[in-house]
């Protein structure tokens, strides 16, 4: 990629190359005015060969530092090379970005520092729909958030995102590591954000399976629910 835009798609990947290279192709068709970096996060995969052979502009991680540790390398990447919107999609194809351009406006207005691509702000049912208890659980963690906060958020698990310039830095130095979007709704509420959720239509995983299954679904949700908590009282502690 020879343009520089002031937008920077982060794609942050562990093995999805079966997925990873549809992604690229709709950003490229569908928001050829953005940058878009590929984390490959210490894939196992050929995800590496696939980004070399199609050009994908990537940073190839040595080893898997988990979701958050990807995330936050592209928000480093993208607060070192001057972006000003950084957004996040999953490297699975579940995030349609024909939704970015309505997700762009607050931040370009200077409205709204962190968009969250939502689920359940609008009444349709079109679209993939996870697993009732996924769903059960969301609500569950987005209660918890409102009493730890008093800030409503819908979809507190949604990876489709967008921060303006002043949430790169803070992400930039400073990101949960383990299952981290709970957390970091809780982080840019107690930055004193301004949170928007953007409604937004998700797609079914084209192959390969979510890394939250069985027992991890369990663990996922103790240990997120003590990260709010934690993470309520540390941020409450530096104010």
């Not at 995330?71 to 996040?88: L, S």
């Not at 009444?123 to 729909?129: I, M």
């Amino acid at each position: 990629m020879d343009k520089r835009s002031d937008v920077l798609i982060i794609i942050p990947a562990y093995n999805e190359a079966e997925n990873l290279l549809q992604v690229v192709e709709d950003i490229r068709q569908q928001c050829p005015q953005c940058d878009y970096l590929v984390v490959n996060d210490g894939s196992t995969d050929d995800t590496e060969d696939l980004c070399a052979r199609h050009k994908i502009r990537a940073v190839h991680l040595p080893i898997n530092l988990g979701i958050g540790g990807a995330v936050q390398t592209g928000y480093r990447y993208a607060f070192k090379n001057h972006y000003e919107i950084a957004v996040q999609i999953d490297g699975d194809g579940q995030h349609d970005v024909s939704y970015l351009e309505d997700m762009l406006k607050p931040l370009i207005r200077g409205e709204a520092d962190v968009i969250i691509g939502s689920r359940f702000v609008s009444r349709e049912e079109t679209g993939f729909r996870s697993s009732f208890l996924r769903r059960a659980g969301i609500r569950f963690l987005s209660m918890l958030i409102r009493l730890c906060t008093g800030i409503r958020i819908y979809d507190v698990t949604s990876g489709f995102r967008a921060v303006n310039r002043r949430f790169i830095r803070i992400y930039a130095h400073e990101y949960p590591t383990d299952y981290p979007e709970p957390e970091a709704v809780i982080s840019a509420v107690m930055h004193r954000g301004r949170i928007r959720e953007i409604p937004v239509v998700m797609r079914q995983r084209e192959a390969g399976a979510s890394s939250i299954h069985g027992f991890r679904s369990a663990y996922y949700m103790i240990k997120v629910s003590l990260s709010i908590l934690i993470c309520r009282i540390t941020f409450g502690i530096r104010r």
